[in-house]
């Protein structure tokens, strides 16, 4: 620890004597100073025991001593020594209850103590403290190092949480929390959830403090990662503010987590050379390459139901080539793949990601939190959606985000599964959606497909002749068109519809198919007309 006033006055070769402010010797000293000015306060940083002899003081005004004391006290003097037998034989009365009455130490210097021995001290002190500091700096980072190489960044936080004597907790790049040492932190840390993402707004290094509120502990906010955007963030609690030794255990820290979180380019380059040719071997039937092409790595996806995400920007692929494919993919697919990885890693579940072109595809157990996480983001991203056309603020690039996803497969199926993902994926764009399921096709109903620019002109040119005959007066063979299949061509239920005659219908009925050169018993030409007639009426 850094020397006190108590400790200089325990040092034997200085024989120093406490003459007021007793029981404040335990405040550290920062250095000690020697000023004969009437005031020295303008060179005052505070922290310092000032050293004076009296030579332009007087001493033994009482007023003038409470001015003087009072103005040493507000530049954060820790105390006075007084050298007595130089100009005073000891200290005057004047000046020991002007540093009563302020609470500020005085020390009286024998004559036989020179203020050097006083520096010397107070110096040595400071070094030796220093010393220890570096000493246990180093010592805190092997401690670090080794239980971050025998148990990862938990280690790394137990062992920090020991060496600050408080708490530490380790975040994703959602803000959540990873980890926490001791456990009971856990609860803690999540309350600094917001405090944590305005961090990670902050460019990379980055650091805040978040005050002692409601006499809690006072706590540190370090991001984590070499980007410019944080990976991860770092959180240490203490009672007090850090101390030398402290300080060098937690930058310690910084250092080891990063390197624990932010893998290298090359590796994440490699793993995903992996992760892509282990997607194109399920697509193309070979599970058993993929599995031993995977190993431990992807494995144990393969050995469960996964489903599969394919994501894509809504943007046209002109657009989207315009930009250039060297674009940054975080606009919007890294939000995305952030959000799935994490919700995985959180999870402890197994997920690939894999960049595809202008797509990003994902294999993700079933019902797992990966899963669960990218519905979640869908559906912040459909209320973000219905905000702007509300007229509030707009969404940024994520906005442009839709999303397939496959029901639950295995490896065998993967080609199916990606191509149930492209289906529900056309859909969610036709639909405006951000997210749809492959179940949601098969529990809805076709109806909503018939609103694809593609249907409406096959449908307007198919029942074009009838609606021109019917514009000339001579009938109303679209309505009766309806009215028949509507009743699965039962004459007297569609006649009475019509508040017709039945042989007025089977009339009306030859028309039809005189005008369309097709036939009704047809059922193909039947289906046809009837998909015709819904995608004309739901313009």
């Keep these: 620890m850094p020397p006190t006033l108590a400790s200089l006055v325990h040092h034997s070769a200085l024989k120093l004597t406490v003459r007021a402010g007793e029981d404040r010797l335990e405040v550290p000293v920062r250095w000690a100073h020697v000023s004969e000015l009437a005031d020295p306060v303008p060179y005052m940083e505070g922290g310092e025991l000032l050293l004076i002899t009296a030579l332009k003081l007087d001493a033994a005004d009482p007023e003038s001593m409470r001015r003087y004391v009072k103005r040493l006290v507000g530049a954060g003097v ?26 500020l130490p ?18 040595a002190a400071i070094a030796a403290d220093q010393y220890r500091a570096v000493t246990a700096g180093f010592a805190a980072q092997r ?12 280690g790394a936080l137990s062992a920090l949480a020991a060496q600050v004597d408080g708490w530490a907790a380790l975040y994703d790049a959602s803000g959540a929390v990873v980890a926490a040492a001791p456990e009971w932190a856990l609860r803690r840390a999540a309350r600094l959830t917001a405090d944590v993402e305005r961090l990670r707004e902050r460019q990379a290094p980055a650091s805040s403090v978040v005050g002692p509120p409601d006499n809690e502990d006072r706590v540190e906010l370090h991001s984590l990662g070499t980007g410019r955007r944080p990976r991860a963030a770092l959180a240490v609690g203490t009672a007090a503010a850090l101390g030398t030794a402290e300080r060098y255990a937690v930058h310690s820290a910084i250092a080891l987590l990063t390197l624990t979180t932010e893998r290298s380019r090359s590796l994440r380059a490699a793993e995903g050379r992996i992760g892509a040719a282990v997607l194109r071997m399920l697509l193309a039937g070979e599970p058993d390459h993929a599995r031993a092409v995977a190993g431990h790595l992807y494995g144990g996806l393969l050995d469960a139901p996964f489903r599969m995400i394919v994501a894509e920007s809504a943007s046209s692929a002109a657009a989207r080539a315009a930009a250039g494919a060297g674009g940054d993919r975080g606009d919007p697919f890294a939000a995305l793949a952030e959000v799935v990885e994490s919700a995985a890693a959180r999870a402890g579940e197994p997920v690939l990601v894999v960049p595809e072109g202008e797509r990003l595809i994902a294999l993700a157990v079933d019902g797992g939190a990966a899963v669960a996480a990218c519905g979640e983001y869908a559906a912040g991203l459909e209320a973000a959606r219905a905000g702007a056309a509300e007229g509030r603020e707009q969404t940024g690039d994520e906005d442009e985000l839709v999303v397939g996803l496959s029901a639950p497969v295995g490896p065998i199926a993967a080609a199916a599964a990606y191509k149930q993902a492209e ?5 969610a764009r036709r639909r405006g959606r951000v997210c749809v399921g492959h179940e949601q096709l098969a529990a809805g109903s076709v109806l909503p497909l018939l609103a694809d620019d593609a249907v409406k002109a096959f449908a307007d040119g198919l029942l074009r002749p009838l609606y021109e005959h019917d514009a000339t007066g001579r009938g109303d063979l679209v309505a009766s068109l309806r009215a028949w299949l509507s009743r699965h061509g039962q004459w007297d239920a569609a006649a009475a519809d ?13 028309r039809v198919e005189e005008i369309l050169g097709r036939s009704l018993d047809d059922p193909d030409v039947r289906m046809e007309l009837w998909l015709a007639l819904k995608a004309t009426t739901s313009e």
Excluded at 111 to 120: D, E, G, N, W, Y
Excluded at 143 to 154: N, R, S, V
Excluded at 423 to 427: G, K, P
């Design 143 to 154: 401690e670090l190092t080794k239980q971050a190489l025998t148990h990862g960044p938990e």
């Design 498 to 510: 019509l508040g017709v005659h039945r042989h007025t219908l089977r009339y009306r009925m030859r």
């Design 78 to 103: 820790v105390g006075l020594g007084f050298a007595v037998g130089v100009n005073y034989e000891e200290i005057p009365e004047a000046l020991v209850d002007a540093a009563r009455d302020e609470g």
């Design 423 to 427: 289906q529900a994926l056309s859909v």
């Design 106 to 123: 005085l020390l009286e210097v024998p004559r036989r103590t020179p203020f050097l021995a006083i520096s010397k001290a107070v110096s």
